[in-house]
């Protein structure tokens, strides 16, 4: 069994409990999540934390980015989560719009030859 902390409490150990707990209240949120939506320039994109490191990046649909396209592509569309601990959560939230920023380009480039995705 994994022993290891879920990548959301890697970074949520940069923000005090107190500070984190009334960000959960005023929003509604739940502190246990391990997957969250981002809205990024009015679109909203799906994402998943590993407990092997990695945040994965997901389809409208909940399909794993990374295997529709790695294998075809070579395009994973995650995040490793490294071990630094000297990164705040500014440096994942620019990641996560990274990764957003690629996956747009890509569709922009493949849309005719993308897989059909499966509801």
């Known amino acids: 069994m994994n022993k290891d902390k879920y990548v959301f409490a890697q970074l949520i150990e940069f ?3 107190n500070k984190f707990r009334h960000l959960v209240d005023k929003y ?13 320039k009015d679109e909203k994109y799906h994402f998943a934390w590993q407990t092997w490191g990695y945040v994965d990046m997901y389809d409208n649909n ?6 529709l396209y790695y294998k ?10 490294d071990d ?3 990164h705040d959560s500014s440096y994942y939230i620019r990641m996560i719009e990274d990764c957003i920023e690629r996956y747009v380009k890509f569709k922009g480039n493949h849309t005719s030859s993308l897989p059909v995705q499966h509801k």
Do not use: M, P
Not at 62 to 67: E, G, H, P, T, V
């Open 15 to 17: 923000l005090d409990n």
């Open 28 to 40: 509604d949120g739940n502190r246990y999540v391990k997957h969250f939506t981002y809205k990024y």
């Open 62 to 67: 909940w399909n794993k980015l990374f295997d």
């Open 72 to 81: 075809k592509y070579g395009e994973g569309f995650n995040i490793a989560i």
């Open 84 to 86: 630094q601990s000297d």
